[in-house]
């Protein structure tokens, strides 16, 4: 994308690619929410009707995401943003999960949002391995199916790297965690992810065989807030 203005001092072009990091608005996204903040502007839980307008907007919304994602519409959490997601779907899965085990899985070129929640579990007993990435910053499936223990109940890995642009084999490392699951009780696979830019969605939650995902919009020319998780 190309911008005019500041950033060189002079009135040249900027050539902005940092798509891995955060993307512009797509106009069509921007058209498509202009009644929210001028018409439908109600809180949702409210019962008059700009409350219910905004209630059924939100409810299509999620069934839409749902339908895009393969998963249930129930199972579409709203969130403000990645950190949310993560946060959420971190701290959900391993604290349901504590009884069967507290060994959480991630890698060590993860977003802050991963690496912060997983050091704040481990403040609270949770055990956790950072697998190193590759050259390329990816994280190899063979790492992920020889740290697993009877312990595992969680492996977290991002989708696309938001540094580099990287992007891991989920579906593989979903395959290691399957294969190495059959001796222990089995874990759980949790991708927090990053969606693809220019709204070009060629995953599902199914393709990537993950158990739950969570994501920002910001990577997926959506606005700087919203995000979700499954
Ligand atoms: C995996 C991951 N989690 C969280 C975030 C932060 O998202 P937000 O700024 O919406 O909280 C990012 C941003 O790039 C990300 O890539």
Redesign the pocket.
Known sequence: MATKGSGNGKSGEIIYMDHA?TTPLDPTVFKAMIPYFTEMFGNPSSIHTVGQGARYALDEARERVAAVLNCRAREVVFTS??????NAAIEGVATALQETGNHIITSNA??H??LHTCQHLESLGFDVTYLPVDSYGTVQPESVYQAITDKTTLVSV?YAN?EIGTVNPVPEIASAVKQRAVSFPEPLLST???CRQGGSWTWTSADLRSTCS?C?G??STAPRVP?YCL
Not at 81 to 86: F, N
């Open positions: 990091g943003g990645g950190t949310e997601s993560d993860e977003h949002a991963v991002m938001n927090p992810m990053q969570a920002q910001t990577s995000g």
